[in-house]
């Protein structure tokens, strides 16, 4: 009864982190993002250092601006797939899984959630950024603004242009190493996916039947038991 308390309170501890993961995320992503909406125009760029701008872009695509499929089928395959991250995100939480494993799949969902929430409702609700001095963006009634529900522009603003490759070299020479511009909710789907490869790999292909929680299962059985009465065999060893 008592490990019954304890396993159910770390259960709830785990899911009420993640919760506040993926809230915290969701605020600073958007925070950042209606900064930058509501005060640049497309185009408008901070220059922090050589290697770091705030460089405001929208784009109706994937993470770093890829558009590879169309909008509307784009918003739906994320709701889909965060739907199955947030059911597969409360099965870990309750089942003995890492606590860093639970932890970088809320930053993944945050993540998501950041980039579809701009899709559901930005259109809605903000008049349309162009790349006119004027073109900064404000708030409308829901509904008046430059798209339909699903059909938002993700907003963009982090530029890294560490170097330029060398003119000499073929195929990029001249070009910028790493010129994707990309939003917070980018970096932590990226990063959570980067320690998932090298750090929990072997859990995600566990599936659900990770096989640390039996084992803790079985150790606090065992100490359960060995707490209040001799396991099996031990009258045979004492005689």
């Given at each position: 009864?008592?490990?019954?308390?304890?396993?159910?309170?770390?259960?709830?501890?785990?899911?009420?982190?993640?919760?506040?993961?993926?809230?915290?995320?969701?605020?600073?992503?958007?925070?950042?993002?209606?900064?930058?909406?509501?005060?640049?125009?497309?185009?408008?760029?901070?220059?922090?250092?050589?290697?770091?701008?705030?460089?405001?872009?929208?784009?109706?695509?994937?993470?770093f601006?890829?558009?590879?499929i169309?909008?509307?089928?784009?918003?739906?395959?994320?709701?889909?797939?965060?739907?199955?991250?947030?059911?597969?995100?409360?099965?870990?939480?309750?089942?003995?899984?890492?606590?860093?494993?639970?932890?970088?799949?809320?930053?993944?969902?945050?993540?998501?959630?950041?980039?579809?929430?701009?899709?559901?409702?930005?259109?809605?609700v903000?008049?349309?950024?162009?790349?006119?001095?004027?073109?900064?963006?404000?708030?409308?009634?829901?509904?008046?603004?430059?798209?339909p529900?699903?059909?938002?522009?993700?907003?963009?603003?982090?530029?890294?242009?560490?170097?330029?490759?060398?003119?000499?070299?073929?195929?990029?020479?001249?070009?910028?190493?790493?010129?994707?511009?990309?939003?917070?909710?980018?970096?932590?789907?990226?990063?959570?996916?980067?320690?998932?490869?090298?750090?929990?790999?072997?859990?995600?292909?566990?599936?659900?039947?990770?096989?640390?929680?039996?084992?803790?299962?079985?150790?606090?059985?065992?100490?359960?038991?060995?707490g209040?009465?001799?396991?099996?065999?031990?009258d045979d060893?004492?005689?």
């Open positions: 009864m008592k490990n019954d308390l304890k396993e159910s309170g770390k259960r709830s501890n785990l899911r009420l982190i993640s919760f506040v993961v993926i809230l915290a995320v969701l605020i600073i992503d958007q925070v950042i993002k209606i900064l930058v909406k509501t005060n640049m125009a497309i185009g408008d760029e901070i220059f922090i250092t050589s290697w770091f701008r705030i460089l405001f872009v929208e784009n109706n695509g994937m993470a601006g890829l558009e590879l169309g909008k509307l089928f784009l918003s739906l395959f994320r709701i889909a797939a965060i739907s199955f991250f947030c059911w597969y995100l409360y099965k870990i939480s309750g089942r003995g899984f890492p606590t860093g494993y639970v932890i970088t799949v809320s930053f993944i969902i945050a993540g998501a959630l950041g980039n579809l929430f701009d899709c559901m409702f930005y259109g809605l903000f008049s349309e950024s162009t790349p006119v001095s004027d073109g900064v963006a404000h708030f409308t009634a829901i509904g008046e603004g430059y798209a529900f699903l059909y938002g522009k993700v907003v963009d603003m982090f530029y890294f242009p560490l170097f330029k490759w060398p003119e000499w070299m073929p195929l990029v020479g001249g070009d910028t190493f790493f010129s994707p511009i990309f939003n917070f909710a980018d970096s932590c789907i990226t990063c959570g996916v980067i320690v998932v490869i090298f750090f929990y790999s072997r859990i995600v292909n566990m599936g659900l039947n990770y096989s640390g929680a039996r084992h803790e299962a079985v150790v606090a059985d065992t100490n359960d038991i060995s209040t009465e001799d396991l099996p065999g031990q060893e004492k005689s």
